[in-house]
């Protein structure tokens, strides 16, 4: 099946072969787009108003789903999700809904096991998968369980003795922080928590002003659990190389939601997920080390698949040389459905195209980062109206939101799917002649002041950057921190109650909301977030 009969006919027809001779997954596996102009698109008009008192009272703004039509037909692809109806998923970064194609990988694998007494076989053909598409070598990568399994093999694996410097964040997730603060418990080594910034500047500039002569470890998130911000990782690890400072990054987030080169990152080690953003099977993850610290790094624990050879009938015992490869550190029987399903998964991954897929999961966070600023902005308590030290005149445009395209277009260029066409920004009466015109061209430099200016009000803060490169399909945001007990706990307490499904991170006194979309959501669950998110705002009288 050739890649655009499948956008035209849908999984469906694609998943009802057997598991291995599936041809939609042996096809093209590039990031470009080879559909057909035959390709029909639903654009339809949708809005943000619910039924509570703020959307009575207040005009949200309206807007066009706005979609590259040479990106897969995404309605259709949702028809391949299980995930119940009643349910509002919007926790991808918890881990994925599986797609029909890799249950039936999973399941055919199990069968196949259990029928014909199969015992699984490592061939490589997972981790040259991984490989292809990080742009690692496959002998630079070994199959995980998990990100902290990962990040465990990375922290034991350095020569450090006490008063070595860790830089770490207060953003970790469990996994990415306990084997650090256990190794610094056992061996005396400093964990040094640094600030991220609000953009990708301050964040570099705040690691650099940290390190000290004793700075031997750089153990950061590519992306954090905690806000979805996406960090410099490329130019941080440039500068650790430099300064001869090792690099580990926790990296569970970006596969399947980014794209990314891990050599051009640079990073020594690097510890992947699968069942995140990926939407492989749960248990499934990956490990990067570079050939270069390969060589220099400790393993403890070994097995089959570790070693080439052993003997126990020598005198002494003997054994070989360690695998010259990553792979050492993946030993022991494992699930082979679960590493088929994982398979299944990148493949599925690669036929979307991973720049459609970071184009549609960029553009959903921008709808929801988009209509935060726009409740900040017509907040009666915001702060950026109440800080003012001069009120409009008829000479001064108020602060008014831009339209959607125009928010659209300044993040993602002047696309061909984006209208040529700007409307009256929100708020701007048409008989202010004046005004309307110069509305109709609303510029970069006034999006990005009024983004700054609503980001934060005593209602609503948006922890996640603004700018566009420290972004991905994440955000973050803290409801009036002041109230205990937290209302940002309490409004995803609320919100699942209604059957949405959202992320507290209480974790480090970070104290916010995690909202993370992917690919197969859809907007009117945006528009529900949003809904639920007003309904709550009257509960507790905000705003």
């Given at each position: 099946m050739k890649r655009k009969d499948?956008?035209?006919?849908?999984?469906?027809?694609?998943?009802?072969?057997?598991?291995?001779p599936n041809p939609w997954l042996m096809g093209n596996t590039d990031n470009t787009s080879h559909l057909s102009d035959d390709i029909s698109l639903d654009n339809h008009s949708d809005n943000f108003l619910g039924n509570s008192e703020i959307?009575?009272?207040?005009?949200?703004?309206t807007y066009t789903e706005l979609e590259n039509p040479l990106s897969p037909d995404w309605n259709r692809v949702r028809s391949e999700f299980s995930i119940n109806p009643k349910i509002t998923f919007l926790n991808n970064g918890?881990?994925?809904?599986?797609?029909?194609p890799v249950l039936k990988s999973l399941n055919d694998a199990f069968q196949h096991a259990a029928?014909?007494?199969?015992?699984?076989?490592?061939?490589?053909?997972?981790?040259?998968?991984?490989?292809?598409i990080t742009g690692a070598k496959d002998t630079e990568i070994a199959i995980t369980k998990n990100v902290s399994e990962g990040v465990n093999l990375a922290c034991w694996?350095?020569?450090?003795?006490?008063?070595?410097?860790?830089?770490?964040?207060?953003?970790?997730?469990?996994?990415g922080c306990a084997?650090?603060?256990?190794r610094a418990q056992l061996d005396g080594v400093k964990l040094v928590v640094v600030e991220l910034g609000s953009d990708a500047t301050s964040t570099y500039a705040n690691f650099v002003a940290a390190a000290t002569t004793k700075t031997k470890v750089l153990a950061i998130p590519h992306i954090p659990c905690t806000i979805g911000q996406i960090l410099p990782i490329k130019e941080l690890c440039a500068w650790a190389k430099s300064r001869g400072i090792v690099s580990a990054i926790d990296g569970a987030h970006p596969l399947g939601m980014v794209q990314f080169n891990i050599k051009e990152l640079g990073c020594d080690y690097y510890s992947g997920c699968l069942h995140k953003w990926v939407l492989g099977p749960l248990g499934t993850g990956w490990f990067y080390a570079s050939e270069e610290i390969l060589a220099k790094s400790a393993i403890k624990h070994v097995a089959a698949y570790s070693v080439d050879k052993f003997d126990m009938s020598t005198t002494p015992p003997s054994m070989g040389e360690l695998v010259n490869k990553t792979g050492r550190y993946s030993f022991g029987t494992f699930s082979g459905p679960l590493y088929a399903g994982a398979k299944t998964a990148l493949k599925f991954y690669q036929h979307l195209?991973?720049?459609?897929?970071?184009?549609?999961?960029?553009?959903?966070?921008?709808?929801?980062?988009?209509?935060l600023l726009w409740l900040n902005q017509n907040s009666k308590k915001s702060l950026a109206d109440s800080n003012s030290k001069t009120k409009s005149t008829s000479k001064k445009l108020p602060a008014i939101a831009p339209s959607l395209e125009d928010w659209l277009r300044y993040h993602f260029g002047n696309q061909p799917w984006i209208p040529s066409h700007i409307g009256l920004a929100n708020g701007i009466s048409t008989g202010n002649t004046k005004a309307a015109a110069l509305a109709t061209s609303v510029s970069n430099q006034t999006i990005q002041q009024w983004a700054l200016k609503h980001q934060k009000s005593s209602v609503l803060e948006i922890l996640t950057p603004f700018e566009s490169q420290s972004r991905g399909a994440q955000i973050g945001f803290r409801i009036a921190s002041d109230k205990k007990p937290s209302l940002s706990q309490k409004f995803c307490d609320y919100a699942r109650s209604k059957g949405m499904i959202l992320r507290y991170v209480g974790e480090n006194n970070i104290d916010c909301v995690r909202v993370s979309t992917h690919y197969y959501n859809q907007l009117d669950e945006i528009n529900l977030f949003i809904s639920h998110l007003k309904d709550f705002f009257n509960q507790e009288?905000?705003?």
């Amino acid at each position: 099946m050739k890649r655009k009969d499948f956008f035209k006919k849908g999984l469906g027809a694609a998943v009802a072969t057997t598991f291995l001779p599936n041809p939609w997954l042996m096809g093209n596996t590039d990031n470009t787009s080879h559909l057909s102009d035959d390709i029909s698109l639903d654009n339809h008009s949708d809005n943000f108003l619910g039924n509570s008192e703020i959307s009575k009272n207040t005009e949200f703004p309206t807007y066009t789903e706005l979609e590259n039509p040479l990106s897969p037909d995404w309605n259709r692809v949702r028809s391949e999700f299980s995930i119940n109806p009643k349910i509002t998923f919007l926790n991808n970064g918890t881990m994925g809904i599986t797609p029909a194609p890799v249950l039936k990988s999973l399941n055919d694998a199990f069968q196949h096991a259990a029928s014909e007494a199969a015992y699984p076989h490592a061939d490589g053909s997972l981790e040259k998968l991984i490989a292809e598409i990080t742009g690692a070598k496959d002998t630079e990568i070994a199959i995980t369980k998990n990100v902290s399994e990962g990040v465990n093999l990375a922290c034991w694996a350095m020569d450090l003795k006490a008063g070595d410097e860790i830089l770490i964040t207060k953003h970790e997730h469990v996994g990415g922080c306990a084997p650090w603060l256990h190794r610094a418990q056992l061996d005396g080594v400093k964990l040094v928590v640094v600030e991220l910034g609000s953009d990708a500047t301050s964040t570099y500039a705040n690691f650099v002003a940290a390190a000290t002569t004793k700075t031997k470890v750089l153990a950061i998130p590519h992306i954090p659990c905690t806000i979805g911000q996406i960090l410099p990782i490329k130019e941080l690890c440039a500068w650790a190389k430099s300064r001869g400072i090792v690099s580990a990054i926790d990296g569970a987030h970006p596969l399947g939601m980014v794209q990314f080169n891990i050599k051009e990152l640079g990073c020594d080690y690097y510890s992947g997920c699968l069942h995140k953003w990926v939407l492989g099977p749960l248990g499934t993850g990956w490990f990067y080390a570079s050939e270069e610290i390969l060589a220099k790094s400790a393993i403890k624990h070994v097995a089959a698949y570790s070693v080439d050879k052993f003997d126990m009938s020598t005198t002494p015992p003997s054994m070989g040389e360690l695998v010259n490869k990553t792979g050492r550190y993946s030993f022991g029987t494992f699930s082979g459905p679960l590493y088929a399903g994982a398979k299944t998964a990148l493949k599925f991954y690669q036929h979307l195209g991973p720049k459609s897929v970071e184009t549609r999961v960029k553009y959903l966070s921008a709808v929801v980062y988009y209509h935060l600023l726009w409740l900040n902005q017509n907040s009666k308590k915001s702060l950026a109206d109440s800080n003012s030290k001069t009120k409009s005149t008829s000479k001064k445009l108020p602060a008014i939101a831009p339209s959607l395209e125009d928010w659209l277009r300044y993040h993602f260029g002047n696309q061909p799917w984006i209208p040529s066409h700007i409307g009256l920004a929100n708020g701007i009466s048409t008989g202010n002649t004046k005004a309307a015109a110069l509305a109709t061209s609303v510029s970069n430099q006034t999006i990005q002041q009024w983004a700054l200016k609503h980001q934060k009000s005593s209602v609503l803060e948006i922890l996640t950057p603004f700018e566009s490169q420290s972004r991905g399909a994440q955000i973050g945001f803290r409801i009036a921190s002041d109230k205990k007990p937290s209302l940002s706990q309490k409004f995803c307490d609320y919100a699942r109650s209604k059957g949405m499904i959202l992320r507290y991170v209480g974790e480090n006194n970070i104290d916010c909301v995690r909202v993370s979309t992917h690919y197969y959501n859809q907007l009117d669950e945006i528009n529900l977030f949003i809904s639920h998110l007003k309904d709550f705002f009257n509960q507790e009288q905000l705003g």
